[in-house]
């Protein structure tokens, strides 16, 4: 089961979610609206965090979410390959997720891109590869960004632990992703925007493997929002 967010995230914090993306409806800038509800609420840079990858406005929601398809069997799948692959890392570490207003769930970026033998790596390929396994689609595109160090060696990586996937090294893997006919899975924002077709790759293992560590922001939104605060 998902975390309440009110059991686990500070009042404060409850409130700015609220703020955040009611300034966002009324057309504010990322930015701006960040900036004024972190000094009113006094926000860590984490928190800030947690606003900026996880709040959208409902505009922004919509669009995103008639994307988001509920199968992938029989189709292309195009992977953005570290985001997935952190998101799901940073499960098996024990760091927390969310599930964020969109849909998607996230995690903060806490985890930095690395030694590709470390045991949560290894382990997030295998649990990626296990669910392609399970989800049958009938092709798997990752791509990596090249200028990420030591890419050439995770892409060796990847292609040993999932050899019938086609891992691609890209100079710039976002512009890649979105060009490419398929469905994406990624967390990132701006390719979600663009992409034709959207499946949460990482959100559909770590929803069933690690559902204890993911605080559940589109539930408290969908409860709060319409209600006045005291």
């Not at 927390?96 to 030694?115: E, F, N, W």
């Not at 019938?164 to 060009?179: F, G, Y």
């Not at 499946?199 to 922001?217: E, H, S």
Request: charged fraction near 25%; charge should be neutral; aromatic fraction near 6%.
């Amino acid at each position: 089961m998902t975390k309440n967010p009110e059991e686990y995230l500070r009042r404060e914090l409850l409130d700015a979610l609220i703020d955040y993306k009611y300034l966002l409806n009324r057309g504010y800038k990322s930015r701006g609206a960040l900036n004024l509800v972190t000094s009113r609420y006094l926000l860590s840079k984490e928190e800030r965090m947690l606003l900026y990858r996880c709040i959208h406005s409902d505009n922004d929601v919509t669009l995103i979410r008639e994307k988001i398809v509920s199968e992938i069997r029989g189709r292309h799948l195009i992977i953005d390959g570290y985001n997935v692959l952190l998101t799901v890392a940073a499960a098996i570490e024990g760091l927390p997720l969310y599930l964020c207003d969109d849909g998607i769930v996230r995690d903060l970026r806490s985890m930095k891109i690395r030694d590709f033998s470390t045991p949560s790596i290894m382990n997030a390929i295998k649990l990626i590869k296990d669910a392609t396994d399970e989800l049958r689609p009938n092709n798997v595109t990752l791509f990596l960004d090249k200028s990420v160090s030591m890419s050439a060696e995770h892409s060796k990586v990847i292609h040993a632990l999932s050899p019938q996937w086609e891992v691609i090294l890209a100079s710039k893997a976002d512009t890649e992703v979105i060009a490419s006919r398929g469905v994406v899975a990624s967390s990132d924002y701006v390719i979600l925007m663009e992409a034709n077709e959207i499946y949460d790759l990482a959100g559909f293992v770590v929803l069933r493997k690690f559902p204890d560590q993911i605080v559940n922001l589109l539930g408290y939104l969908k409860r709060n929002l319409n209600n006045p605060r005291n």
